[in-house]
């Protein structure tokens, strides 16, 4: 079936730096993905749609500048946490639709676990 | 936009006891509402899905039925497993558009009693 991979799958960083996460699709192309972030047990909230060539939809709330969404290939998203602080210590999961016949199912990535100190 | 209500947010049932889940929904464009399996530290899986143009579907021990007239869904575990213990979430959308946003419910824990 379809693979949605993400890396890494767990990061640490100081207060202050930036971190990337990147969310492939391994045996399909997706102009879509979608980047969901869930604190302990809390549900997925949706941040963003990224969008290949284009720039991202953010949800209402997520800041553009903090989140950055880079979609430069049809197999590629990446999600860069600009200057984190420790609120931004979270599970960030990626997901994208692989075409196929029918309704558009939603595919996960492992997940990133981010931990900022 | 889409509304996902999930109830109840917490569930504990006997071994072999039935569990139901239950979402509403807001967006009558909706046409397209799975249900995800998360177990703990891991990705959500797709354990069943439906359309609008279905009413119930079954797969083994896990059912789903839709009520289109009252914008609800509802999952059905029967003969409950320990391995059923995980969080389960619902969404909603329109499973036809590329440009539909993927909502998803609350989720709900369930707990599987010995």
């Known amino acids: 079936g379809a693979v949605v991979s993400q890396h890494p799958s767990r990061v640490i960083c100081k207060s202050g730096t930036s971190v990337k996460i990147e969310c492939r699709s391994l045996?399909?192309?997706?102009?879509?993905m979608f980047w969901y972030r869930q604190f302990p047990k809390q549900s997925l909230m949706l941040m963003a749609t990224?969008?290949?060539?284009?720039?991202?939809?953010?949800e209402q709330g997520v800041e553009k500048d903090k989140f950055l969404i880079n979609h430069a290939s049809l197999t590629l998203s990446t999600l860069t946490v600009t200057s984190a602080h420790p609120e931004d210590s979270s599970f960030y999961i990626c997901?994208?639709?692989?075409?196929?016949?029918?309704?558009?199912?939603?595919?996960f990535g492992a997940g990133s676990r981010l931990t900022v100190l | 936009g889409e509304n996902v209500e999930q109830h109840p947010s917490t569930l504990s049932v006997q071994e072999g006891d039935s569990a139901v889940i239950k979402c509403t929904y807001s967006?009558?464009?909706?046409?397209?509402f799975p249900w995800y399996k998360q177990e703990l530290g891991k990705r959500p899986q797709l354990i069943i899905d439906?359309?609008?143009?279905?009413g119930e579907k079954k797969d083994q021990r896990i059912a789903v039925t839709l009520n289109k007239t009252a914008k609800h869904f509802s999952l059905h575990i029967t003969e409950t497993q320990p391995e059923d213990s995980a969080v389960y979430f619902c969404?909603?959308?329109?499973?036809?558009?590329?440009?539909?946003?993927?909502?998803f419910g609350s989720g709900t824990r369930l707990s599987i009693r010995p």
């Open positions: 997901s994208a639709t692989p075409p196929g016949p029918g309704a558009n199912v939603l595919t």
């Open positions: 045996d399909f192309q997706a102009t879509t």
């Open positions: 990224s969008n290949e060539g284009s720039k991202a939809t953010y």
């Open positions: 967006d009558s464009a909706s046409n397209y």
């Open positions: 439906i359309r609008s143009n279905v």
């Open positions: 969404a909603a959308y329109d499973g036809y558009s590329s440009a539909s946003k993927i909502i």
